[in-house]
């Protein structure tokens, strides 16, 4: 019945931000998400990257994590990776949208 709710085994989270938090440069790893989508599973979570980072420096940090999530998980269809600044110069990266968030946070 878990399956037919798209509902995944606890361990699948566990071991997607072990990895995630195991990948280099990788600070910290928050709210992960994985479900079924029919015979594929698909996942999201966030990572905190040093800020002064380039994009380029970020985004290949987030490809890491989705490259070992998928060799770790045959039936890992998709995985977003949204990477958020560390924020270490004491500004909120969510400040702008933070009023939308029903738990006030962005």
Not at 37 to 53: A, F, M, N, T, W
Not at 57 to 77: D, K, M, N
């Amino acid at each position: 019945w878990y399956r037919l709710m798209d509902a995944t085994d606890p361990a699948i989270s566990r071991q997607i931000e072990t990895i995630a938090r195991g990948t280099a440069g990788v600070q910290s790893v928050h709210d992960i998400f994985v479900r079924w989508i029919g015979h594929q599973l698909r996942g999201e979570l966030y990572i905190e990257v040093d800020q002064d980072l380039t994009t380029a420096a970020s985004h290949g940090i987030a490809e890491q994590v989705r490259h070992q999530a998928f060799e770790a998980f045959p039936t890992l269809g998709e995985l977003t990776v949204h990477v958020e600044p560390c924020g270490h110069a004491g500004e909120d990266p969510h400040a702008l949208t933070e009023h939308h968030q029903p738990n006030g946070n962005g």
